[in-house]
């Protein structure tokens, strides 16, 4: 309730590390397009994303403004395995993309990215939100909404359907994810009364420096603050 918009020293806002998962051509890249260049039109030209990259952008939550660096790979295993754990290293949230005119990416979600996400990362400690993409192509829907829902019940997560073509819902998902992300941190916050989650990862722009800590918050360098991606910094 109380909780202060900002936590780092110098009152910048945090950041926090998401990642993006689910099948090739659900529309991740779309997806993360789509919010941090929300006037753009969708590119048709967007290849299948090679290794990892990652892209930073300004959010509101109803605890203020954070910043999310938001990671999209592959959806091919053959890069997953090796990339994996980079990935999820730090991550305080994931996003897990279907596409509803696609039955087979939304059983890739139970079938295949849900048991990495447990291998590669202690799954209890990320939000998650379920997102099911492609909503302007209604007509060839072919999953359902009352299965998504239960899918959402089953693994404790929230659920949207978003339109990277449209742009409907994009900015709410990612909003309601981070939202749901800093609630966290402010409230371990406030539990350890002022202790351990200022360790601020200065200078790295990808928390992939060899572990020392394991900050809840990492801070982007000041030049590299303002959205770009850096892909260099992922160590891939
Ligand atoms: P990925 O990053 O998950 O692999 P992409 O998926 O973002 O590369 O998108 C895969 C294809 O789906 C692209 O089409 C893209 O334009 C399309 N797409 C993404 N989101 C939407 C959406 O919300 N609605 C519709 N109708 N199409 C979408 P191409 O033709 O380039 O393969
Ligand atoms: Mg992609």
């Known amino acids: ?29 779309s997806l993360v ?10 590119n048709h030209d967007i290849s299948a994303t090679m290794g990892i990259e990652f892209d930073t952008q300004m959010l509101d939550t109803p605890q ?13 295993e053959r890069f997953a395995r090796v990339l994996l754990p980079t990935y999820f290293r730090k991550a305080k949230g994931v996003i897990l993309v279907y596409d509803i005119t696609n039955a087979k990416s939304f059983e890739s979600l139970s079938e295949r990215w849900m048991a990495q996400l447990n291998d590669h990362s202690n799954a209890d400690d990320l939000a998650k939100l379920l997102v099911g993409n492609k909503s302007d192509l209604e007509g060839s829907r072919e999953v359902t909404q009352e299965k998504a829902s239960a899918f959402c019940q089953e693994y404790g997560m929230e659920f949207l359907e978003t339109s990277a073509k ?5 900015l709410q998902a990612f909003e309601k994810l981070i939202g749901i992300v800093h609630d966290r941190a402010l409230n371990a916050q406030s539990k350890s009364k002022g202790g351990g989650s200022q ?3 200065k200078g790295v722009a990808g928390a992939n420096k ?8 990492v801070k982007l360098e000041d030049g590299g603050a303002s959205g770009g991606a850096d892909a260099s910094a992922c160590g891939c």
Do not use: H
């Not at 397009?33 to 969708?42: E, F, G, K, Y």
């Not at 449209?166 to 994009?170: A, F, L, P, Q, T």
């Not at 060899?210 to 918050?217: K, V």
């Open 210 to 217: 060899e572990d020392g800590a394991e900050p809840d918050i």
């Open 64 to 76: 203020g403004k954070v910043k999310a660096q938001i990671w999209d790979t592959a959806g091919q």
């Open 166 to 170: 449209s742009g409907d819902n994009v």
């Open 33 to 42: 397009a789509r919010l941090t260049n929300p006037d753009r039109p969708l």
């Open 1 to 29: 309730m109380s909780g202060r918009a900002t936590s780092t020293p110098g009152g910048k806002p945090p950041l926090y590390k998401i990642v993006m998962l689910g099948d090739s051509g659900v529309g991740k890249t």
């Open 199 to 201: 360790t601020g990862l």
